[in-house]
Each structure stands twice: as structure tokens, then as C-alpha cells.
């Protein structure tokens, strides 16, 4: 039976916790067993609770199979509760563990102690954000919404953050930065400590000017990186998703085998091997809207075009290939790729309307931090522009959008959740 637990823990070491959680869970599943990204929430409370109450989750959803009774699952989270130190308090006081269980299959039950689908999970975010990067297209119970649908609704709906890990010596605001060893593990470790959700790896500019590089290149400024990761996350089931920023079937494929979990691919899969690898694969892949790769300022949308209804008929033709190729779109993430054949108009257009991209079936990425659109109101130099991309990011992430790809992610990541907190 395919199952989902929600997980949460706001007292003591809380990222160690859910990793002995999910660690119990996993030994138990007798077949798959997946773990989404974690978040980070403010504790949800009743009025006038003690004020050390309020201290914030960490927040994750596993799926896995289990072949016994619902009543035999809820018995083995009560036991692994239990093991990890869980005590009787009242029932908002902090937690060292939290174990739900949220859908069991199709089942739905009604009992003393158990009620599944769980009664809460239309109206708490905490659950919702991390579960639509299981299962995006898994409706609701008594419904038609999906998880993703129903995610964006929600006033404390928060981003998966993606931070930008550039191994390039020319990209157009951190070329350089990290091009040694040092420098890339220790933006890792502050990826981590952030809790970025998404680690996007890149060794080619796509700046406008910037030269290709061929496919052997870009795997030599990678694999060490990707090796690193790999070690690193070897007995660990919680830690940043790995994606590969290439339009290089060849080198998707290389990193795949190192362990990445996503291909983004800024050419919208204009390498037809890309499919293929797709087909072979059960990655997760973003498709980017784009004209040209490098960025050509001068080839773009026609200025008197609906720059949003070019985007989106682009995008259902490309959904609809994947769907033809039988690549699942619960894989799939759309960027409309700002910057990218877009005037600064343009990406300032579909900053102003991305909710209407929200008809698409899968995940929404927006990557804005740092780019030249920026320019339309702010005289900062490049490297100057994260606190004007820390508030594109608040405006998108108000909206409901699923996914940011975002450089000093730290700052985004402290704004809002100062921003949640302000609205408790």
C-alpha cells in the first residue's frame, strides 16, 4: 500500500530527529520509501499558549509502502516515537517527534484513534509544501484539488528554496567564486544549515556573450563536486536535493549516475537524447522556456506578443511531448525563464502575472534573483542585487510559487520566514 507519514520535530536536535525517523521508517518499508524535502514553519498553537510553545518546525513527509493493517502503522510510528523520546504532554506543547499518518492508499477510516485521510491536511502548509514534491498531482480528500493546487492557496505556503552553486569561471554575478574546493563545500555547508531545499549545480554561463563549452568540459568542472555530494550524503536520507543546471544529455546522464536527482534544463529539451535519458531515468526535470542558450538580448519575444500566452503555448506543447514519451509529470517543474528571450519588460510582465502559469499541472520555478531586469528600477550593480531579489522573492512566495532559484539563499530563506512569523 502506498502511504504517507507527516513528520515534525521543534524540540532538540531537530534535523537529527527526523533523520532517525525517517532512518526507522525506511528499515521497516519492505519496498520503496521516499522522504521530501524538509521545511522550516512556525509552530501552530492555540491562543494564549506559553510562549516556549512557539518554538518553530521542521517539517517533512515520507512515502513508502506497507503491506499490514493502517492500525499496524499507526502501532510502529507510536513505537518509534517512543524510542526517540517522545513523552506525554499536552497536545501543542513542543515535540521531539511527531508522526502522522496522511493518506493510506485510498482507505479512508473513521475510528476512535485513527482518522485517514488525516483531518488537517487541507489547511496546514506545513504538510502540504513538503508532500507536492512527492506527490503534486494526488487530490485531496472529498475532492478534485490536488496537493499542488491546494498548497498555493494557503496564506503561510512556503517555496522550496534552490540555491545557485556556479562551478563556472564566467557566469555573469559569481563567476570565479567557486572554483576551488574550499570555497564550493563551505556554500554547501551554508546551504545546508539554511535549509535549502535544492542544491543546483552549474558549470556552463548561459550569460549572454558567454561561449559553450563542450560536454567533456563541463563533467571535469563537475565530478568532483558531484563525488563530494555523493559521499557526503551516502547514509543520510534527509539533506538538499541535488539538481544538475545542464542542456547536456551526456553530462545529465553522468550525474545521474552520481547521484543528482534532478536535470534543469535552461534549453527546454532541445537535446533529443534528453528524452531518452528521461524515459530511462525516474529524476525529477525542469523545463525552462528559452530562445537561445547563452542568452541573445537581441533574439526575443516579439514586444507586441502576450509574452505570458507564448510562454504557456510553449508550455503544453513540451507537456505534452513528455506525456506522448510517458515521463510522469509529477517529475516535471516549469520555468518560464526570465531573462531568457524576454525583454526586461518582458520578465517584469511575468513576475506581475506568474499565477496565471498556475494552470499548468506541475511545479512552478522562478529564477530571478540577481538578473538584468533588476536594472528597470534599481542602479545596483550585479553583485549588489539580492535585497532586490530578496523582494521578488516575498512577492513570489505570497503568491504561491512552488519553487526559488535564488544565489545568497540564507537571506531569502531568514526574510521569509521573518515574514511568516509577522503574520501569526
Known amino acids: 500500500m502506498r502511504c504517507f507519514i507527516g513528520v515534525g520535530s521543534n524540540l532538540g536536535d531537530r534535523q537529527h530527529h527526523l533523520e532517525r525517523a525517517a532512518q526507522f521508517l525506511k528499515m521497516k518499508s519492505p519496498g520503496f520509501f521516499k522522504a521530501s524535502p524538509v521545511y522550516s514553519s512556525p509552530a501552530l498553537v492555540p491562543e494564549g499558549a506559553p510562549e516556549a510553545w512557539r518554538s518553530s518546525f521542521l517539517n517533512a513527509v515520507f512515502e513508502m509502502e506497507w503491506t499490514d493493517s493502517p492500525m499496524s502503522l ?4 507510536k513505537t518509534i516515537e517512543k524510542d526517540l523520546g517522545r513523552e506525554p504532554a499536552p ?8 508522526l502522522d499518518i496522511l493518506f493510506f492508499g485510498e482507505n479512508k477510516i ?14 496546514r502548509s506545513f504538510v502540504l509544501d513538503p508532500l507536492k514534491h512527492l506527490a503534486p498531482s494526488l487530490k ?28 563556472t569561471p564566467d557566469s555573469f554575478s559569481d563567476g570565479g567564486e567557486y572554483l576551488n574546493p574550499s570555497e564550493w563545500i563551505e556554500k554547501i555547508k551554508l546551504f545546508e544549515k539554511s535549509l535549502v531545499g535544492m542544491i543546483d549545480i552549474g558549470a556552463e554561463s548561459t550569460r549572454p556573450g558567454a561561449s559553450a563549452i563542450s560536454a567533456k568540459a563541463e563533467w571535469e568542472r563537475l565530478k568532483p563536486t558531484l563525488e563530494f555530494l555523493k559521499d557526503r550524503y551516502r547514509t543520510r536520507i534527509l539533506h538538499p536535493r541535488i539538481s544538475m543546471d545542464t542542456r547536456n544529455a551526456e553530462t545529465a546522464e553522468a550525474a545521474l549516475e552520481l547521484g543528482a536527482d534532478c536535470i534543469n534544463d535552461v534549453s527546454g529539451a532541445a ?20 530562445l537561445s542558450v547563452p542568452a541573445d538580448p537581441k533574439h526575443t519575444l516579439p514586444p507586441e506578443a502576450d509574452v505570458i500566452s507564448e510562454i504557456k503555448n510553449w508550455a503544453y506543447e513540451k507537456l505534452n511531448e513528455l506525456s506522448q514519451k510517458r515521463i ?20 517584469q510582465t511575468i513576475v506581475r502575472r506568474i499565477d496565471e502559469f498556475f494552470d499548468l499541472p506541475v511545479r512552478i520555478l522562478v529564477g530571478h534573483s540577481r538578473k538584468s531586469f533588476i536594472q528597470k528600477w534599481s542602479d ?10 530578496v523582494g521578488i522573492s516575498l512577492q513570489m512566495a505570497a503568491r504561491g510559487v512552488d519553487i526559488l532559484r535564488v544565489h545568497d539563499a540564507h537571506h531569502h530563506i531568514r526574510a521569509h520566514a521573518a515574514y511568516l512569523e509577522s503574520m501569526k
Open 74 to 77: 499507526l502501532a510502529l510510528l
Open 91 to 98: 497536545q501543542w506543547a513542543p515535540r521531539i517527534i511527531d
Open 110 to 123: 473513521q475510528e476512535d484513534k485513527l482518522t485517514i485521510p488525516h483531518p488537517g491536511i487541507c489547511h
Open 140 to 167: 485531496l480528500p472529498g475532492g478534485t484539488e490536488s496537493i499542488l493546487t491546494r498548497s498555493r492557496k494557503l496564506p503561510q505556503s512556503s517555496p522550496l528554496w534552490m540555491g545557485i552553486l556556479n562551478l
Open 271 to 290: 537535446d533529443p537524447k534528453m528524452y531518452e535519458l528521461l524515459q530511462s531515468s525516474t529524476c525529477e526535470y525542469v523545463l525552462m522556456h528559452s
Open 328 to 347: 510522469a509529470l509529477d517529475r516535471v517543474i516549469f520555468d518560464p525563464g526570465l531573462g531568457f528571450g524576454k525583454t526586461a519588460e518582458q520578465s
Open 380 to 389: 545596483q550593480p550585479v553583485i549588489d542585487r539580492d535585497w532586490e531579489s
